[in-house]
């Protein structure tokens, strides 16, 4: 069983940026990220192929977000710029030990515990 384990997250101003950090036990061929905000569903914020290092993002992220990883590691980042408050959420890392639909939640095999992001105005 992989252990993921979620790092970076804080309190930060509008605009300001993150970096998330995500360490797996063992290697996975696929690793992404999601948020999920009070009352909503978690949502898909951005993902990475271990192999094609194709890498894919949500509309809402894109161009303020870069995913970035470490094959020796077993570690993937989330580069969080020009961060705005709807991005307030509980980040989670999950991984994958196949190349799954990188969009759905229940295709991943491995979630960490999450890390709080909020960013106030």
């Known amino acids: 069983q992989v252990q993921l384990v979620e790092s970076g997250g804080g309190l930060v101003q509008a605009g300001g940026s993150l970096r998330l950090s995500c360490v797996a036990s063992?290697?996975?061929?696929?690793m992404g990220w999601f948020r999920q905000a009070p009352g909503k569903e978690r949502e898909f914020v951005s993902a990475?192929?271990?192999?094609?290092?194709?890498?894919y993002y949500a509309d809402a992220v894109k161009g303020r977000f870069t995913i970035s990883r470490d094959n020796a590691k077993n570690t993937v980042y989330l580069q969080m710029n020009s961060l705005k408050p709807e991005d307030t959420a509980v980040y989670y890392c999950?991984?994958?030990?196949?190349?799954?639909?990188?969009?759905?939640?229940?295709?991943?095999?491995?979630w960490g515990q999450g890390t709080q992001v909020t960013v106030s105005s």
């Open positions: 999950a991984g994958a030990g196949r190349y799954i639909w990188y969009l759905e939640v229940k295709g991943y095999d491995y």
């Open positions: 063992g290697r996975t061929l696929t």
């Open positions: 990475i192929r271990w192999t094609s290092s194709s890498t």
